[in-house]
């Protein structure tokens, strides 16, 4: 069942004030922001390891920052560590507390910050970190918001959606979600599917959009306390990557101690790329993509600067494959069937799926070496899942479509 935002701490430094100075607009769309969130019945609290005090000018008397602020501050609850017994940052326990206070889970909460500690604090607690760089950027870690009305823009297009995963798998050891539908011949669906796929592909698009939508579907459906890894499916050339992937999933990865490998299914020969191969009606099956990949053994830790001195993905553990567009299944099942080679769970995902196509499970596979080139000489042995069996959520297309159409030009209500 999907989650919904309920729960929002902010930090106060550098988010909503900054220590001997500040900048009238900018906490002018911070009191906007909190109005915003009331407003949509999501509780935002003030939280900070500290009192902030405030120095009249013309008497020197020094107040409390909490009771010199009048109006929307004044709805919202100031947990100070010090002064209410809250564990301090960045404990993990400090966000619990905030959790069991106000009957929050996990994946109903965020955690707008800027500091290292809010960054701490916001990873220790498993809860998703929005990171405020209005008045500088002090982490890179998060989901990076240049204004409050950004994020104003995140929680009202992510945050409280109704429908997540169009489409979804879930079959034993067979686990496929997709976000969209595929299609550019029906009229529905063919603005969003241009746009993921031109985001998908060459980054264009709205990029931003489709990182954003894909971050909040696996936090808002908690997929994400499964993961332990991410690693993207390779594209069709020799050697190749998934830029357009890397650095957002990255950053998600970041948040949940969890690890993006950066090369770990490796694309060792070039694959005859499906689309074209099947516009020309050259028959395409999983021996293209099995005979072409490996993983590396060693792949490269997150800093991508060093490799693991032993393979980290095994057994008890699970890895979060993502491809942009998938039709039969045959990349993913690939990834699927070398990965499971080392004992470890697999949670294949798209960006879209192409309607009216099956997903083709492959059964069967002998025991092999994943971490070499393998020669397969016949396909696997595999099972056809019909398109319309597995649509999990008719709404979402229109809910996405409706979104993806009204995000350049959101306003404040």
């Known amino acids: ?56 000018s013309k008497t020197g008397v020094k107040s409390r920052l909490q009771d010199v602020l009048q109006g929307v501050w004044q709805q919202v609850p100031w947990i100070i560590a010090n002064r209410d017994g809250t564990p301090h940052k960045p404990q993990a326990a400090a966000v619990q507390y905030l959790l069991n206070r106000f009957g929050w889970d996990a994946a109903e909460t965020v955690y707008l910050g800027n500091t290292v500690d809010d960054m701490r604090t ?19 870690y998060g989901v990076i918001f240049a204004s409050p009305l950004d994020v104003a823009r995140f929680v009202d297009t992510f945050c409280l959606r109704e429908h997540l995963w169009h489409y979804r798998i879930e079959l034993g050891s067979l686990r496929y979600y997709a976000l969209s539908p595929y299609s550019t011949m029906i009229p529905a669906y063919e603005y969003l599917s241009n746009d993921a796929r031109a985001a998908a592909k ?35 050339v020799e050697g190749s990557g998934n830029a357009v992937v890397e650095d957002p999933m990255l950053a998600f990865s970041r948040c949940f101690r969890m690890t993006y490998l950066r090369d770990f299914v490796v694309r060792h020969t070039a694959s005859q790329k499906s689309s074209q191969a099947r516009n020309r009606g050259i028959p395409i099956g999983y021996l293209n993509q099995l005979n072409t990949i490996r993983l590396q053994e060693f792949p490269v830790r997150s800093d991508g600067t060093r490799r693991y001195k032993h393979c980290p993905v095994e057994a008890g553990k699970t890895v979060l494959v993502i491809d942009d567009i998938c039709t039969n299944g045959y990349s993913l099942e690939a990834a699927r069937a070398y990965i499971e080679q080392t004992g470890a769970k697999v949670i294949c995902l798209s960006w879209l799926k192409t309607i009216s196509s099956d997903y083709k499970e492959i059964r069967a596979m002998r025991n092999f070496d994943p971490f070499v080139a393998n020669t397969f000489t016949a396909e696997p042995q595999h099972m056809s899942h019909p398109y319309a069996g597995y649509v999990a959520d008719r709404i979402a297309p229109e809910e996405v479509t409706q979104k993806l159409r009204a995000y350049d030009a959101w306003k404040w209500p």
């Open 1 to 56: 069942m999907a989650k919904h935002l309920k729960g929002f701490i902010i930090g106060i430094s550098n988010v909503a004030f900054v220590e001997g100075q500040g900048d009238a607009n900018k906490f002018s769309e911070v009191e906007r922001l909190l109005e915003y969130l009331l407003a949509k019945g999501i509780q935002p609290v003030i939280f900070g390891n500290r009192d902030w005090f405030s120095i009249d």
């Open 202 to 236: 060459w980054g264009q698009g709205h990029p931003d959009f489709w990182t954003k939508y894909i971050w909040s579907t696996l936090y808002f459906s908690e997929l994400y306390k499964e993961i332990d890894y991410i690693a993207a499916y390779p594209g069709h």
């Open 122 to 140: 916001a990873v220790n607690g498993g809860v998703l970190f929005l990171n405020a760089i209005w008045y500088g950027q002090n982490s890179d």
